[in-house]
């Protein structure tokens, strides 16, 4: 029954991502989904609530620089819920769905109060790091036009940081930042392999560019 429930909702994002925005495309889902079970499985959380909230956390896509940006998670638990109560989802589980939805973005600045939230939050938050982060990184910066760096201080050593200029500028204003913001303890673990993923990279290309 969950698989054939699971198959529904994979079809239904399918409509739903984003082909011309690889940050959300459908393939997105699909690895929030992953890390997702295998966090649910160490933290012993309710599959039942984690992986319907996985796999439709952005049920309701709103680009960032869209003014609507902080109102995107509720309105994706809002349609998400619509949407499980039309396959019959047990409702014993929706609110708490409705609340990982909801909770999982950073704009929206929700406090998650149960373990299943909390998961959701880390396994969005964890594909935005590591080799996948820098790659949906300026997947961004191209949909944005944003210049890679900046020619005369790349790595912000003695400017503020403005990710709205520069792409490699939101590696030190957001994505270092949201590995501190793991609530689980595999997600932690998870995501102090994928922070140095990226310093790594950081070094090449300061080794290239420099």
Known sequence: MF?????????????IASAED?????????????IAKEICEKENAKAEVVIPAAWLHDFVIVPKNDPRRKQASQLSAEGAVQYLKELS????????ISHAIAAHS?????????LEAKI??????????????????????????TPFYSEIDPFCQSRAVDDKQFTVDHFFAKLFKTAQTLKTEAGRAEGAKRVEVMKKYLMNLADEIQ
């Open 3 to 15: 698989l054939e429930i699971e198959s529904m909702l994979e079809k239904k994002i399918s409509q």
């Open 22 to 34: 690889p940050a959300h495309d459908l393939l997105h889902f699909k690895r929030v989904v992953k």
């Open 89 to 96: 989802y047990p409702e014993i589980y929706l609110d708490e």
């Open 106 to 114: 950073f704009s929206a600045n929700i406090e998650t109060k149960t």
């Open 120 to 145: 959701v939050q880390d396994a969005d938050r964890l594909d935005g790091l590591g080799a996948i982060g820098i790659a949906r990184c300026f997947a961004t910066s191209g949909i944005l036009k």
